[in-house]
């Protein structure tokens, strides 16, 4: 039997009609086993990935990991200005050299340097065998460093492995994961060295992150086929049994993974949620037993519902 305390989310929808949310007040571990059972009698299962799930893994952007990391950015723009790793990205750097200073050692430190994180491994375990699909809004490659297949992923938000052109005269994204290696070993004083700043090879202009910031975010090749594979995915498993295992999505950017999936319930019967979240895992009041929402650490949440589910 689920218990709920009702919650007003209205204040994080931006114009969004208030859904009727509810903390689900029952025992973590009836959630747990609730939630493995759902996985194992699953026929497909669909994951919603967004910026908790990294920070759960440890790829925390801010507190003492930016200030150890960052600590001679900080003394030359300042505290106000390099708050966390997220804000300090959308500084005015006053030059390319020092803007790509500053990502080539934020690529290195969320996307180069680490290994597969034992909750993103943890999370491939929870789910390989049996078909599955990622939608993320996460940037760090953690979902392939896992284990995951390219072809099952759909990273809507880009990579901080991969540049673009500024201004978006071309819609393509470029590997420079070497490049940022590089740059990152011949960093000095914030700055990389005048010959490594890159140019966009079609016009010659300036070249930026490819993260969706604003509207010259490249929708390439390949992310117009990971688009596809996606939606090829819904279509295959609609009048099927699919968990749809939400993992650290907030109110951020909603419209990309929350609030479709919860669309996806309403209109699919045999579709359920499993809602992980620490702070956020209020879910619609008339999902009923189809929805699950654990308030816990996600890496807790995780192994304890690997534990319940035997894997």
């Known amino acids: 039997m689920i218990r709920t305390k009702k919650v007003d989310f209205s204040q994080f929808l931006c114009g969004t009609p208030a859904r009727d949310y509810i903390f689900q007040d029952t025992a973590y571990e009836e959630q ?117 297949w390219d072809g099952n992923i759909f990273a809507t938000q880009g990579d901080y492995g991969e540049i673009q052109c500024a201004r978006g005269c071309h819609d393509k994204a470029y590997d420079a994961t070497d ?21 966009c090879p079609v016009c010659g202009g300036k070249m930026a992150m490819h993260l969706r910031c604003d509207q010259y975010f490249a929708e390439d090749e390949h992310w117009n086929q990971a688009a596809g594979r996606y939606a090829s995915f819904l279509k295959e498993y609609r009048k099927k049994k699919v968990v ?9 950017t909603p419209i990309i993974i929350r609030f479709p999936f919860e669309k996806d319930i309403r209109e699919n019967r045999e579709w359920t949620l499993l809602r992980l979240n620490r702070d956020e895992a209020a879910v619609p009041e008339s999902f009923g037993d189809r929805a699950v929402g654990i308030n816990e650490d996600l890496a807790k949440s995780i192994k304890d519902i690997k534990t319940a589910a035997q894997l």
Request: charged share 20%; hydrophobic share 40%.
């Open 32 to 148: 747990v086993k609730q939630a493995a059972e759902l996985l194992k009698n699953a026929d497909a299962v669909l994951i919603g990935a967004g910026a908790g799930l990294s920070a759960a893994a440890g790829l925390n952007y801010g507190g003492s990991r930016f200030r150890e990391n960052f600590a001679d950015f900080i003394e030359r723009y300042g505290s106000a200005a390099m708050r966390d790793m997220y804000s300090a990205g959308f500084y005015p750097f006053p030059s390319e050299e020092e803007k790509w200073g500053y990502w080539s050692k934020h690529v290195w430190l969320n996307r180069i340097e680490p290994d597969a994180l034992s909750l993103y491994r943890s999370v491939y375990d929870l789910v390989k065998d049996k078909p599955h699909f990622v939608l993320t809004t996460n940037v760090d490659h953690q979902f392939w460093k896992a284990g995951f």
């Open 179 to 199: 490049l940022f290696l590089q740059m990152h070993q011949a960093r000095k004083d914030c700055q990389v060295p005048s010959c490594m700043v890159p140019k």
């Open 244 to 252: 749809l295992l939400e993992l650290g999505v907030g109110f951020n």
